[in-house]
């Protein structure tokens, strides 16, 4: 089986914890090594299953070192969205003396690129507080200029070791994208713009609402595989510091899974 680096392997790390296929309910949780190789993340399927229950929090847990590895912040992504699941939020690093350290320096985890749907704020289906997580966040994970920077200044300023790529289920820009290349209409001010760059993603084996969901999937590996290409970020993942990995929100369960 492969690992995420060799660091891993046989050191006590357990199944990789982020979800593979769309969650479904029943049955167990099976744990399967996955390779992403634009990438370079290898992942073993354990799920986000609502089944499995949320604890309590342990000094352990209130102690434990952030996340350094790419492995071990999908990890913590995986578990803040399992109590995020299960109505058993922990919300985080809200303290008086978080708060006040926080004021000097910050050493998030993850990078997240999701959209701006109000329906998926990172920090709440990660359960996550401040400090954590550095969110980005535009219509339909569209990149820019802006976007990447902001990517780049998270990864090589602070050494962030996780990239999430986070689409959703009922996406309305990437609807808005599919319908306006159907209809040839053209859109309003500067949401043309964010059609024109998810239009290249759309899946057009699909008809309907099919082709509008498969693209939320498409749009995401398409900017998964975007930023893997940037030379800075690709020498990152080359050397195992850093994973890019593609995911999707589903509003129905509230459950993220890997997009492969």
Same mark, same amino acid.
């Given at each position: $089986?492969? =690992?995420?680096?060799?660091?891993?392997?046989?050191?006590?790390?357990?199944? !990789?914890?982020?979800?593979?296929?769309? /969650?479904?309910?029943?049955?167990?949780?099976?744990?399967?090594?996955?390779?992403?190789?634009?990438?370079?993340?290898?992942?073993?399927?354990?799920?986000?299953?609502?089944?499995? /229950?949320?604890?309590? @929090?342990?000094?352990?847990?209130?102690?434990?070192?952030?996340? =350094?590895?790419?492995?071990?912040?999908?990890?913590?992504?995986?578990?803040?969205?399992?109590?995020?699941?299960?109505?058993?939020?922990?919300?985080?690093?809200?303290?008086?003396?978080?708060?006040?350290?926080?004021?000097?320096?910050?050493?998030?985890?993850?990078? @997240?690129?999701?959209? *701006?749907?109000?329906? @998926?704020?990172?920090?709440?289906?990660?359960?996550?507080?401040?400090?954590?997580? $550095?969110?980005?966040?535009?219509?339909?994970?569209? %990149?820019?200029?802006?976007?990447?920077?902001?990517?780049?200044?998270?990864? %090589?300023?602070?050494?962030?070791?996780? @990239?999430?790529?986070?689409? !959703?289920?009922?996406?309305?820009? #990437?609807?808005?994208? &599919?319908?306006?290349?159907?209809?040839?209409? !053209?859109? /309003?001010?500067? *949401?043309?713009?964010?059609?024109?760059?998810?239009?290249?993603? *759309?899946? !057009? =084996?699909?008809?309907?609402?099919?082709?509008?969901?498969?693209?939320?999937?498409?749009? #995401?590996?398409?900017?998964?595989?975007?930023?893997?290409?940037?030379?800075?970020?690709?020498?990152?993942? =080359?050397?195992?510091?850093?994973?890019? #990995?593609?995911?999707?929100?589903?509003?129905?369960?509230?459950? &993220?899974?890997?997009?492969?």
């Amino acid at each position: $089986m492969n =690992s995420l680096s060799t660091a891993h392997q046989g050191a006590g790390h357990g199944p !990789h914890p982020f979800a593979g296929p769309r /969650p479904t309910t029943g049955g167990t949780v099976r744990r399967t090594l996955l390779r992403t190789a634009l990438t370079g993340a290898a992942a073993l399927g354990a799920g986000l299953a609502a089944t499995t /229950p949320a604890t309590a @929090v342990t000094s352990a847990e209130r102690t434990r070192p952030r996340p =350094s590895t790419p492995y071990e912040a999908l990890r913590e992504l995986a578990e803040g969205n399992r109590r995020w699941r299960a109505c058993r939020e922990r919300h985080p690093h809200e303290t008086a003396d978080v708060r006040r350290t926080l004021a000097t320096a910050q050493h998030p985890f993850a990078v @997240v690129l999701g959209c *701006i749907d109000s329906r @998926v704020p990172p920090e709440l289906v990660f359960d996550q507080g401040l400090g954590d997580l $550095m969110t980005v966040r535009t219509a339909g994970e569209v %990149l820019d200029e802006a976007v990447l920077g902001s990517i780049a200044y998270g990864v %090589l300023e602070l050494g962030i070791p996780l @990239v999430v790529v986070l689409g !959703h289920q009922s996406c309305g820009a #990437v609807r808005a994208a &599919v319908e306006a290349e159907q209809s040839g209409e !053209h859109l /309003p001010a500067h *949401i043309q713009y964010l059609a024109d760059r998810i239009r290249p993603a *759309i899946d !057009h =084996s699909r008809e309907g609402d099919a082709r509008i969901d498969a693209t939320v999937d498409a749009n #995401v590996r398409r900017v998964r595989s975007e930023l893997a290409a940037e030379p800075d970020l690709a020498a990152r993942i =080359s050397a195992g510091a850093l994973a890019i #990995v593609g995911a999707r929100y589903e509003l129905t369960d509230q459950a &993220v899974h890997r997009i492969r």
